[in-house]
Structure formats: structure tokens, C-alpha cells
């Protein structure tokens, strides 16, 4: 842990480069390795990073999964990690959604992620 907030545990992971927020009432002790569980379904990209700075990452669109009424962006973040995010299509056809070879930022809420 590298830090305790009122709103949240800041955590360090090494598969990310910015830190992470968590539940402020997860069960964590200071310099104890910890799993993060981070549900995909509520990973969602967006064009800024939080004001924050946390529970955000970058990475490269390796691939879509058009199901419809949503796709699923599967993402290599720098670090080699992949992580699954849902975009709703709300049209047809969605002017400048992000495709194979781009870069998005994927971000989550701190109740997203469970230790």
C-alpha cells in the first residue's frame, strides 16, 4: 500500500504506471503484497485521465469484439499486460472510435477494483 485516503487506498502496481485507488474499506496491511481483482466490465475508455491521477492506463488496441449493441477492446498496455474494455455503440456506425493500432486510455472507478 502506499497510501491511505479517505476515499481510498492507494496502491503501486508494477503492470501499471500510474498508481491505483481501491475501496477505502478493503482489507490490506502496509508492505503486504496484495491482488487486485478489476472487473472488465466496468472498464471504460475515456479521452482524459482522471483528475486524480489514479485508476487509469494506456495502451495499444490489439482487438475489437463487435457484439451488437457493444464491441470489446482488448488492450496491450506498455508493460505487456492486456486489458479488456466495453465501448456501447450507440450508433451504427460511430465516428472516431478508436481501431486496431490506436491508442486509448482505458479508465475505472475505485469501486471497479476489489483487493
Known sequence: ?????????VLDSPGLTHPLKVDPD??????VPVWVALRPEKIMLCEDPPADGYNFAVGEVIYIAYLGDLSIYHVRLKSGQMLSAQLQNEHRYRKGAPTWGDEVRLCWMPIAASC
Open 26 to 31: 478493503a482489507s490490506v496491511v502496509d508492505n
Open 1 to 9: 500500500m502506499k497510501e491511505r485516503q479517505e476515499d481510498g487506498l
